[in-house]
């Protein structure tokens, strides 16, 4: 078993009516939740499988495939998808967007766009609608298409819209919500 302190060996009793059930540590379970959690905080700080692999090599002393952190890691992208497609509430006071330019590795390091909408709810929360990666810089044309997604999401209406001076985003918003009001 792989834990966050190192490798542990379990001996797992012989139960010849299958009628045991672990609590702690489930059946064919090789690793233990902190691993996972791990894995995922190294590959968050840019670290890549290999790396990954060779720090938990290191001050483990744990072997871990590629493949397996690759599993764990993924499993991340499912749960942002999942998030990112969730239903909205059908209001916002005020909705916040801009870009951030992040540095991202695929396959070689570049600047690119990170798309950020943020509304304060009618409760008076603060909400991250989305994220989205862009491939280029900021364009109207892209926000128009970000701002669509959001309304099919269920957002029929937003009462004011902060955003900076982006040529054509206002009118961008004007074909999403009409009645919106638009501030730079």
């Given at each position: 078993?792989?834990?966050?302190?190192?490798?542990?060996?379990?001996?797992?009793?012989?139960?010849?009516?299958?009628?045991?059930?672990?609590?702690?540590?489930?059946?064919?379970?090789?690793?233990?939740?902190?691993?996972?959690?791990?894995?995922?905080?190294?590959?968050?700080?840019?670290?890549?499988?290999?790396?990954?692999?060779?720090?938990?090599?290191?001050?483990?002393?744990?072997?871990?495939?590629?493949?397996?952190?690759?599993?764990?890691?993924?499993?991340?992208?499912?749960?942002?998808?999942?998030?990112?497609?969730?239903?909205?509430?059908?209001?916002?006071?005020?909705?916040f967007?801009?870009?951030?330019?992040?540095?991202?590795?695929?396959?070689?390091?570049?600047?690119?766009?990170?798309?950020?909408?943020?509304?304060?709810?009618?409760?008076?929360?603060?909400?991250?609608?989305?994220?989205?990666?862009?491939?280029?810089?900021?364009?109207?044309?892209?926000?128009?298409?970000?701002?669509t997604?959001?309304?099919?999401?269920?957002?029929?209406?937003?009462?004011?819209?902060?955003?900076?001076?982006?040529?054509?985003?206002?009118?961008a918003?004007?074909t999403?919500?009409?009645?919106?009001?638009?501030?730079?």
């Amino acid at each position: 078993m792989l834990t966050d302190v190192g490798p542990v060996e379990i001996t797992v009793p012989r139960d010849h009516d299958g009628s045991f059930e672990p609590k702690i540590v489930k059946k064919r379970q090789k690793r233990l939740t902190g691993i996972d959690e791990m894995v995922i905080s190294l590959a968050a700080k840019g670290l890549s499988t290999g790396e990954v692999q060779a720090h938990l090599a290191e001050v483990y002393g744990a072997e871990v495939s590629r493949q397996t952190i690759s599993t764990i890691t993924d499993k991340v992208l499912e749960g942002m998808a999942e998030w990112q497609s969730r239903p909205l509430d059908a209001v916002y006071p005020v909705v916040f967007i801009d870009a951030i330019h992040v540095k991202i590795r695929d396959g070689a390091v570049a600047n690119r766009p990170i798309y950020v909408a943020l509304a304060v709810t009618t409760e008076g929360r603060r909400e991250i609608l989305g994220l989205w990666a862009g491939d280029g810089g900021e364009g109207a044309k892209h926000w128009l298409h970000i701002l669509t997604e959001i309304k099919n999401r269920g957002v029929s209406d937003v009462l004011m819209l902060v955003c900076d001076g982006l040529k054509g985003l206002p009118e961008a918003v004007e074909t999403v919500w009409p009645r919106t009001i638009v501030q730079t």
